[in-house]
């Protein structure tokens, strides 16, 4: 038994001291960036491998000054607002999709279903062209309703809704029509209710995928007013040089709401991600 006791502590030593490790390499960038928004220019150049914490002084002002010069007011509140949108948009129309392809006999659903997989197949860059036209034909280039547009629909959440719902059982929608309800009904009361693990995933994965967008935000917002986070901080990128500690303590700045937005929804993050067993 003491072998046994000796081997389950090593085994659970070694296995936290991996964990530990992994833990502090992923932290390694974020602390760089920090230290970087902390220094001088001169100091965020230098090839010492050894030129780590600022040499002269630590140089709060870097954040003032970049709040001020790049209106992070803004950019908070574009991004804000382009996140909420998408994922407003992105869980309607997947749930009610989903529920279609999931629940529903109609003709044309496989094919239909069919075209949605090769949506998720095809690189989404293929698209840009054809939504910036559309975007552009509709009048809403420097616009929330532009940002937003491509992800009015989603391939992965129809996809990630559908089998939600297919993993309901069908009793429930023979009791609910015993009971009198119509599909509405039954959609709205007895099975939305049930997929809300699945659109938690949804929200989340949209919330993520629509913070980090780049490209799209860069093409259809040339304005500074209505560009979001991601695309004010490819802008700050010199053509002959960068200041680096702006750039860095722009980045601290810009992460600061997906950190308050993860701190708060913890725990529906952690339930939603084991439940849709996807990865980011």
Same mark, same amino acid.
């Given at each position: ?6 081997? !389950? ?13 992994? +833990? ?18 001169? #100091? ?10 600022? =040499?002269?002084?630590? =140089? ?8 001020? @010069? ?34 529903? #006999? ?15 197949? *095809?690189? @989404? ?7 910036? $036209?559309?975007?552009?034909?509709? =009048? ?31 009793? $429930?929608? #023979?009791?609910?029509?015993? /009971? ?20 938690? @995933?949804?929200?989340?994965?949209? +919330? $993520? ?9 860069? *093409? ?8 979001? $986070?991601? +695309? ?10 960068? /200041? ?6 722009? +980045? ?9 937005? !993860? *701190? ?11 439940? @849709?067993?996807?990865?980011?």
């Amino acid at each position: 038994m003491d072998s046994i006791s000796t081997r !389950y502590k090593v085994n659970k030593f070694i296995t936290y001291l991996i964990l530990i490790i992994f +833990a502090v390499i992923m932290l390694v960038p974020f602390v760089w960036m920090i230290l970087t928004a902390l220094k001088t220019n001169q #100091e965020a150049i230098s090839v010492d491998p050894f030129f780590i914490l600022p =040499h002269n002084g630590w =140089h709060f002002e870097n954040f003032a000054t970049v709040w001020k @010069s790049y209106n992070f007011v803004t950019l908070y509140k574009n991004t804000i607002l382009f996140i909420v949108f998408r994922v407003i948009c992105a869980c309607l129309t997947a749930t009610m999709a989903g529920y279609a392809f999931g629940r529903l #006999e109609f003709p044309g659903k496989k094919l239909m279903f069919s075209l949605v997989l090769i949506q998720m197949m *095809i690189p @989404s860059q293929i698209f840009v062209i054809p939504q910036y $036209l559309m975007v552009s034909k509709l =009048h809403i280039l420097n616009t929330t309703a532009g940002l937003v547009f491509p992800g009015l629909v989603t391939a992965f959440g129809t996809y990630l809704l559908k089998t939600g719902y297919q993993a309901l059982p069908k009793d $429930l929608e #023979e009791a609910a029509a015993i /009971d009198g309800c119509n599909i509405g009904q039954t959609f709205l009361f007895i099975m939305l209710p049930l997929t809300r693990s699945s659109m938690v @995933s949804l929200g989340i994965f949209t +919330a $993520l995928f629509a913070f980090k967008d780049l490209m799209w935000p860069m *093409i259809v917002c040339t304005n500074a007013s209505t560009t979001t $986070l991601s +695309a004010g901080l490819a802008k700050m990128q010199g053509q002959y040089g960068s /200041d680096y500690p702006a750039m860095m303590a722009s +980045a601290v700045l810009a992460i600061v709401p997906m950190i308050v937005i !993860y *701190i708060i929804f913890q725990k529906q993050f952690v339930e939603g991600i084991a439940t @849709s067993g996807g990865k980011l």
